[in-house]
DNA sequence: AGCTCATTAATTGTCCGACAATACTACAAT
DNA sequence: ATTGTAGTATTGTCGGACAATTAATGAGCT
């Protein structure tokens, strides 16, 4: 017999109280909110040392289960939602060169179908949400007061998240993330170039949201596309490449 | 006058170690593929202790930018792949309950726009990667030869994969990924439930790669769109719940 | 009691040094 | 060419230490 057989891998104590600890709090025995208890404690626990638990809770806190609230000392465990997939993204974009036409195609495809399914299943949270992040930017962006620009793009993602809630399907969020990630630096080359994106961008989320109060889904959609076009319109207003890596 | 200075933030020690590290494998001063230098030499140079290094080590080794190669010692510089939001949308969703319903949605939304992105623009290695994983779930998947229910879900997955590659955007790659996640364990929990299901995936795939392989768009769509409808036929042939939480 | 402030305890960040286990290397022996 | 051997380099882990800073405690005051 011709039995290959595989390298078992031995993993490094520090992995494995990595691993001791994620399942801890994935199952909630070490609830959201509450704070970590001291290294010190943990490594008597599991009989490791104190260096070994610090190795592994570096793992946990660079998958965002643990944060370290401002200034404070002690860790808090933590459930990261969609922006878990945020910094994956960031990640992988730093390899591949992503140019604003990849983003904008994706929104393309992605963005009015969720517009419409938010016009069909938002609740009165998620649409107060949405309300607000949208008056939000027509406030900021008004003629009499301008936002800074990092602000400004900050706040356009925003209103996307919002819709996602507004579609209330968990799976679309997710997948909306990572060009919303991309889609900040994009607008970030572009906002300040182009004299008339605000307005536009209030008058399209205007539209958008009146469409989704009122569940009229193909409304939504359509506003929705027009909206995306207008950021492709936007580039070529300033003149820049749609081919151009962004970030 | 009233000047509200915000907490600046300190940064730890070994997160300005791993910030420094990162930045040199992400410009290429430390090009993927080489060794790292021993973590006593990092420490020379940096100017600190070695379980500082170490700490700043686990956390690019969860970056995914160091990988140690099996049973090997040192580190290995490495660029982060798709699979990067992999892990990040994991355990997003053992929080969140998702059901067939939104991984469902979320296809009929995506995949359909992906597969005429694909159709036009494919290349000859791309499409032949498509080719092989239909013939591959295929051969797996005929009368005489059914492989283990996990295989073949992968397969189907991986044939999502390699269509994403054929439409060439890596921001649709990323926006995907979340989705073929999710799908795995859904089509886990469906696939033997329903004896036809894999020949009728077999039949979807085949019409597919047809389409992309003549750049007819439309038609692409279309039979994707067919695709995505027959998983939910699946479940309701089954029996089973679209809102029952999939994993 | 409730509040402010000083004092103490607890906790983290960082360092030092040490050592066993093992991967890597060079070289000798079969 | 493979196998064995010795020596070195490097990692994984440990014990302990200490300064800086946050959290907790209690004293004093209203």
Redesign the interface.
């Known amino acids: 017999m011709n039995v290959e057989l595989e ?1 078992l ?2 993993e490094p104590g ?1 992995r494995k109280v990595a691993a001791a600890l994620t399942e801890r709090i ?1 199952d909630r025995s070490l609830p959201a909110g509450v704070h970590m208890p001291p290294e010190i404690e943990l490594a008597r626990q599991l009989g490791v040392h104190r ?1 070994t638990v ?3 809770l ?2 946990l ?5 643990l944060e370290r609230r ?2 404070s000392k002690r860790m808090v465990v933590t ?4 922006n ?6 960031r ?6 060169d ?1 140019s604003f036409q ?2 904008w ?2 929104m ?3 963005e009015p ?2 517009a419409e ?1 938010a016009a069909r299943r938002h609740e009165p949270a998620s649409l107060t949400a949405l309300e607000d992040a949208a008056a939000q930017f027509r406030a900021h962006n008004a003629d009499t007061q301008v936002v800074g620009r990092s602000e400004a793009v900050r706040e356009v993602a925003d209103f996307f998240r919002r819709l996602g809630d507004c579609a209330a ?4 969020i ?3 993330e ?2 919303l990630q ?1 889609l900040e630096p994009s607008l970030d080359a572009m906002i300040d170039q182009v004299p008339q994106a605000r307005a536009r961008i209030v008058t399209a989320e205007r539209r958008i949201v009146e469409a989704v109060r009122a569940r009229d889904a193909a409304s939504a959609r359509d506003w929705m596309a027009k909206h995306i076009r207008d950021f492709k319109r936007g580039y070529e207003l300033a003149g820049m490449s749609l081919l151009q890596p962004v970030g």
Do not use: D, F
């Open positions: 390298p891998r031995i520090y994935l260096s610090r190795e592994a570096r793992e806190e660079t998958n965002g289960l401002r200034g459930r990261p939602a969609n878990a997939v945020a910094e994956g993204v990640r992988a974009l730093s390899l591949s992503v990849h983003v195609e994706a393309t495809m992605i179908p969720l399914a399907n968990p799976v679309l997710l997948a909306q990572p060009l991309l």
